[in-house]
């Protein structure tokens, strides 16, 4: 009663409410200054909190002041000058280490109470120094009593305000926050007034400098005015960078939204936030991710990585490098993310942002791959790779265990007849079941492989005895005489078996697999349909490949040899865009020999170096004079990658050609990278450093392994043809090819389709954007005549390149500039 006396008998309410408004307005500018530190840094954050101390000063002062001028105490008051300075002095300075102190932790008890505690020192000591400055005619007591009460109401409350005051960033709490504050300055001024009592007396005469109450009244209207424009001031400018903020946030957030990666924002492993690329992939919304653990999205698996990562982070203060984890989905599923760290600012404190990029697509592909590698695609059997390491481990095995091994050679008898007859669909699908009847006939310990077309092996370990061999090939070749039923229709092949026992017939895999083939070629010249165990006077097929070495060494020197050139077309728009250059022997006797027939002889002899060069020579020649700069591209063989000199030869001949290195594509297949690799990479190297680009051929059917693609400088890949023949027709050739035209585009990697037979197979490929096609329904081979005709009438210049013309029957037409056929042209 005594407080609310004083206030009511000894006061001027109108000055009291003005104080109350005074005081209401210095709080929330000096909230709004302290939300605006809050999130900015060194200069900025100085300034923001020197000017809410100073605000908030001034403010506590001009309220003391004004509430000073509405009492009424019957006496004439002055001021003493210094006295007075002194408090607006003591004000600012422990506003300012009260705010200081709240801005290290606003959120936390410690950082409140002390902050509480010194904000009510400061203002009580500025109240009782005002108080002291006061002159009257007589004394002024303090009843200690009430004294203590201020102080303690005024820490409270001072203690309260700061605690509803955070976050900063709401309005909130600061509206709330600023009102408790003002509640408290005034609570502690007035129950200190309440404490004084004047005795009446005389004035003493202390040569002061004194304030009368008008000039006093004129300084605090001075400062009520400036605390007035600084508050309008900084709430418009609080405003305006809130504005901005928001502006910047929603902007940030918007680029979060756009893209297809995952970002979250965490803080010591807390979630901050999350864009909804990331929620979709756990499966959830953002505010379910917000405020819990990282580690709740985290795989078991992946757990152990994470938090060694947040233990880095909180000891160096940030990662490096990427890792690959799990993430953990609201489903309960996994899903492999690549994860990058980086530390940034977040609402004005450190934090970590994540980047999450889902890997699920790439898995899918590179399993795809990882089984490409070892499977052959057709009958889903192992592989030549494999078959070759099974047969190692095959061989091992028997030299430990003192058993023989037998490797057996199977190759249809009739399967051309019925794959001219049916189609290449129709000899896919008999391929199918003369593997599953394979399957059927052998053990578990067995293993059966396509090594290539209608050729199959199998080891078998002659743990009962080396009888097993011949039964097991019996019962081969009564299985698959049996007919096959495709397309309707019954179909009777048969098979003819080779057969090489291990150790008698050899002790490597490569010599039982050679004569086993041998036996195998000895099986079809005896007439078919049997078996036949390898002897040592199988030579007749080594006198037949003698005598074609032989004519192989004259033929460059008779002029027997010649290239001719196949177009690669644009896949989209059918422009041509090279040509690939293919060596074709004319014997006088023989005819025309087959590439397959004396290509594996020219390795085998090592005439192949002689030959490639001459092919490199002639086709770099032949390209130098086109007016257009169109690509070549030259196979390289595995002989000529052991020459130590490739590059330098490759070098000459680009010098003497004249030919751009950048217009030479070189061809390179997988099985030269498995001999040396870290020759073949340093030769690859080398040719790249060249100009030269790089195309790995016929990938897909030989080892096809990622590491050579992360390891290796390839510019292309070249999807063989017997995917691109099964493509449309059977879904896992759609798939592979799918799976490498995607990789090739993960990796930047052009890819080229070998061997498009028809149109459909044209448009399938055009739709999965493959870069490049060949193949006999765009061109058969050219002569270098045909070449020249059609490059020669292409106009020079800018223009883009000629489209081959060709007939109905897929034959070239003289040449001039045509289009492609309106079905592969799309």
Request: proline share 4%; charged share 20%.
């Amino acid at each position: 009663m005594k407080i609310i006396g004083c206030i009511t008998q000894q006061h001027d309410l109108r000055l009291v409410l003005l104080a109350a408004l005074i005081c209401a307005t210095a709080c929330f500018t000096s909230f709004n200054m302290l939300s605006r530190a809050a999130v900015t840094t060194r200069l900025a954050r100085a300034s923001w909190v020197g000017g809410a101390a100073f605000a908030f000063g001034l403010g506590v002062w001009a309220t003391h002041f004004v509430a000073e001028l509405a009492f009424e105490p019957g006496l004439p008051v002055s001021y003493e000058f210094y006295a007075t300075l002194l408090s607006a002095t003591i004000a600012i300075i422990g506003a300012l280490i009260a705010q200081l102190i709240y801005l290290t932790a606003p959120e936390q008890g410690f950082a409140v109470a002390a902050s509480g505690l010194v904000l009510a020192a400061a203002i009580g000591a500025m109240h009782f120094t005002g108080m002291a400055a006061m002159r009257v005619p007589g004394s002024i007591d303090f009843n200690a009593r009430y004294v203590a009460a201020a102080l303690l109401d005024g820490g409270l409350l001072c203690m309260v305000a700061l605690k509803f005051g955070a976050p900063l960033h709401k309005l909130g709490n600061r509206l709330l926050g600023a009102g408790c504050l003002c509640l408290a300055i005034c609570s502690l001024h007035f129950i200190g007034m309440a404490a004084v009592t004047i005795v009446p007396g005389s004035m003493l005469d202390r040569h002061e400098t004194l304030l009368a109450s008008g000039p006093l009244a004129v300084i605090v209207a001075t400062v009520t005015i400036a605390i007035l424009v600084l508050s309008l001031s900084g709430s418009v400018l609080d405003q305006h960078l809130s504005a901005l903020a928001d502006r910047e946030a929603q902007r940030l957030r918007q680029l979060a939204e756009a893209t297809f990666e995952g970002i979250l924002i965490h803080r010591q492993g807390t979630v901050l936030d999350a864009n909804n690329a990331l929620c979709r992939l756990i499966g959830t919304e953002v505010g379910q991710v917000r405020g819990r653990s990282v580690l709740d999205f985290v795989a078991p698996g992946s757990a152990e990585l994470v938090r060694e990562r947040l233990r880095t982070l909180e000891r160096q203060g940030k990662l490096a490098g990427s890792a690959e984890i799990e993430l953990l989905t609201v489903a309960g599923e996994t899903l492999p993310v690549e994860i990058l760290s980086r530390s940034i600012e977040h609402d004005g404190r450190p934090a970590t942002v994540v980047a999450l990029r889902d890997l699920s697509e790439r898995k899918r592909a590179e399993d795809m791959i990882r089984h490409l590698a070892h499977h052959d695609a057709l009958t889903a059997l192992p592989n030549r790779f494999l078959f070759a390491d099974r047969l190692s481990q095959a061989l091992e095995m028997a030299g430990r265990a003192q058993h023989g091994l037998a490797v057996l050679c199977i190759d249809l008898d009739r399967f051309k007849f019925v794959n001219d007859l049916l189609g290449h669909q129709g000899g896919d699908q008999l391929l199918k079941q003369v593997a599953e009847r394979l399957r059927a006939a052998i053990r578990s310990m067995d293993t059966v492989a396509r090594l290539g077309g209608d050729e199959f092996a199998i080891v078998q370990p002659l743990t009962e005895g080396p009888d097993a061999a011949a039964s097991l090939a019996a019962r081969l070749v009564e299985a698959l005489s049996l007919p096959f039923e495709v397309d309707g229709q019954q179909m009777e092949i048969g098979a003819s078996i080779g057969i090489s026992i291990f150790p008698g017939d050899g002790d490597t895999g490569p010599k039982l697999l050679k004569n086993a083939d041998t036996a195998l070629y000895r099986a079809k010249r005896d007439g078919r349909g049997r078996f036949c165990f390898f002897e040592p006077g199988m030579d007749m097929r080594l006198q037949e490949r003698r005598a074609l070495e032989q004519d192989l060494r004259h033929a460059l020197d008779r002029g027997e040899m010649d290239v001719e050139y196949q177009p690669l077309f644009d896949c989209r728009s059918g422009d041509i865009e090279g040509f690939e250059a293919l060596l074709r022997w004319n014997h006088p006797i023989r005819g025309r020999v087959a590439p397959t027939d004396f290509i594996p002889v020219a390795e085998e002899s090592g005439l192949i170096a002689a030959l490639g060069q001459w092919v490199l020579q002639t086709a770099c020649a032949e390209a130098a004079s086109w007016s257009r700069p169109l690509r070549i591209a030259v196979n390289l063989s595995p002989t000529q990658f052991r020459q130590h000199d490739l590059p330098a030869i490759v070098a000459a001949v680009l010098a003497r050609t004249g030919l751009a290195a950048h217009r030479l594509e070189l061809e390179v297949t997988e099985s030269l990278l498995i001999d040396d690799t870290a020759h073949a990479l340093e030769i690859l190297n080398q040719l790249k450093r060249l100009g030269a680009r790089i195309s790995l051929d016929d990938f897909g059917t030989g080892y096809s392994s990622l590491s050579y693609l992360r390891r290796f400088p390839f510019d292309k890949l070249k999807i063989d043809k017997s995917f691109v023949q099964a493509f449309g027709e059977d879904q896992e050739a759609a798939a592979i090819i799918r799976a490498i035209v995607a990789l090739g585009r993960s990796l930047h990697l052009s890819v080229t389709a070998e061997g498009v037979e028809t149109a459909a197979q044209l448009e399938l490929l055009q739709k999965q954007q493959c870069n490049q096609v060949q193949g006999f329904l765009l061109s058969r081979p050219l002569s270098a005549a045909q070449l020249a005709s059609l490059v020669a009438a292409s106009p020079s210049g800018d223009e883009p390149p000629a489209r081959l013309p060709l007939d109905s029957a897929g034959q070239p037409l003289p040449a001039g500039r045509a289009r492609l056929p309106a079905q592969a042209a799309g």
